[in-house]
């Protein structure tokens, strides 16, 4: 993504923000003119232009509930149309102010909040041609308007002084609504873009990692086939001694495991470069990741468990979903050894289109850092299983989030898309 088309992007969000602001100050503008027309005709009985002013008015309302409308609508909102919006508010409040008085009227400074709203919010150019637009209309209204009868009441009061209030109340109320918005946006901002750079931060790390784990890989395949015949010759000359033949056993089953990856990084390639995407039912990932890590941790008892209406549905089938998920038993099972248990325990549910994977551990019930990329309190840790696997639940669509067990330990939650059913394969 082009820094242009976020600069764009960026525009368009803040257009469609200002519309919306708009919006809801027509709305309410339209109700206080009708309001101030009535007093002002009715009440204090002035004669005003009643018809002119109230058909401006009809006119604000009629746009604003066509405004409404259009931000409902899906496609974009681009700086040009909320351009128009501004522009359209500020004839008709021109319009409004040349049949009550122009530069004698004290709502007169109102013509300032289209100015500052667009300078919030609109590229320069559009803020300068609003503000060309507002000036063009004050010179106008200095020596076009209808004047306004005498502003005193019979027994001497000035209009002009209330007249002043309102304004000030006006303009003070919508500068805070709309400047606080902007400050909550703003910041808003700043911690999207804070948790963007960390994420582009840890992903650089993990790709740096994979790239040099895929020459490595490639490295490793024969020293492990060497292995791999060793040890078979070496159970075979040791099927006498039981107790070494079950750490030969151990040691194989290992091996194995370190082949079974490896194949996994080729396959995972493979398809990349077909631009193939295939599923495996949620029954069989946990199972899969079940032998996994009985065989990585067989020291931890283990439980695992499943609804009965998700284990036939689907999830993608990539490596790193499954590597995601070892990675956060294995931290729950240290956890829980930590702590002197040897319960760990995975349970797959399903909440909407979501497939959810909560791994349960009895540790202390401290949630790890959750993103704080490559750094580990574990003694042996590489400080990897964390990052990965929250950058695994972000590429997949989901997500991944840990909270303190009602009973102690803590709970992971790792949630991930369910996939359609026409592509699921065992």
């Known amino acids: 993504m082009t820094p242009d088309h976020d600069s764009r992007r960026g525009f368009e969000q803040r257009a469609r923000g200002l519309a919306e602001t708009l919006a809801w100050l027509r709305a309410c503008a339209v109700g206080g003119q009708l309001l101030t027309v009535a007093v002002v005709a009715y009440a204090f009985r002035m004669p005003i232009a009643v018809t002119p002013l109230v058909s401006g008015i009809a006119a604000l309302a009629a746009f604003a509930l066509f405004a409404f409308w259009r931000l409902r609508q899906p496609w974009p909102l681009v700086p040009v149309e909320a351009l128009l919006h501004v522009a359209i508010d500020v004839l008709v409040l021109a319009w409004l102010l040349y049949w009550s008085g122009g530069v004698q009227n004290t709502f007169l400074p109102l013509l300032l909040i289209p100015i500052v ?5 609109l590229p320069l150019r559009h803020v300068a041609m609003v503000a060309a637009l507002a000036g063009g209309c004050y010179l106008m209204l200095i020596r076009h308007h209808v004047d306004l009868p005498p502003l005193q009441t019979a027994g001497g009061f000035n209009l002009r002084i209330p007249g002043m209030a309102v304004n000030f109340f006006l303009i003070t109320t919508m500068l805070t609504i709309f400047i606080g918005r902007l400050a909550r946006a703003l910041r ?30 490639h490295e490793l395949n024969t020293p492990l086939s060497t292995i791999r015949t060793l040890l078979g010759e070496l159970q075979r000359e040791q099927a006498g001694n039981p107790a070494l033949a079950a750490d030969l056993d151990l040691l194989a089953g290992q091996a194995q495991r370190c082949r079974d990856i490896l194949r996994e990084l080729v396959a995972v390639g493979t398809r990349q470069l077909a631009g193939t995407h295939a599923s495996v039912t949620l029954a069989t990932l946990l199972d899969r990741c079940g032998d996994q890590f009985r065989l990585l941790r067989p020291e931890v008892d283990f439980a695992t468990s499943l609804d009965d209406d998700v284990g036939a549905r689907g999830v993608e089938a990539t490596p790193d979903l499954g590597h995601a998920l ?7 099972a240290d956890a829980s050894l930590a702590a002197g248990s040897r319960e760990v325990s995975l349970h797959v549910a399903r909440a909407g289109r979501m497939a959810e994977f909560l791994i349960r551990d009895h540790g202390s019930g401290l949630a790890p850092g959750a993103g704080k990329a490559f750094q580990t309190s ?17 590429r997949l669509g989901g997500e991944l989030s840990a909270q303190r067990a009602a009973d102690g330990g803590l709970l992971q939650r790792l949630r991930i898309p369910l996939a359609p059913a026409e592509n699921q394969t065992p």
């Open 188 to 217: 808003e901002r700043e911690a999207e873009v804070a948790l963007e750079r960390e994420r582009t931060l840890r992903d650089e790390g993990i790709l740096a990692i994979a790239t040099q784990a895929a020459g490595t890989a």
């Open 117 to 121: 709203l667009a300078a919030a919010a």
């Open 378 to 394: 574990k003694r042996e840790g590489l400080g990897l299983g964390l990052a990965l696997a929250h950058s695994t639940a972000e």
């Open 326 to 332: 070892i990675n956060l038993l294995s931290n729950a």
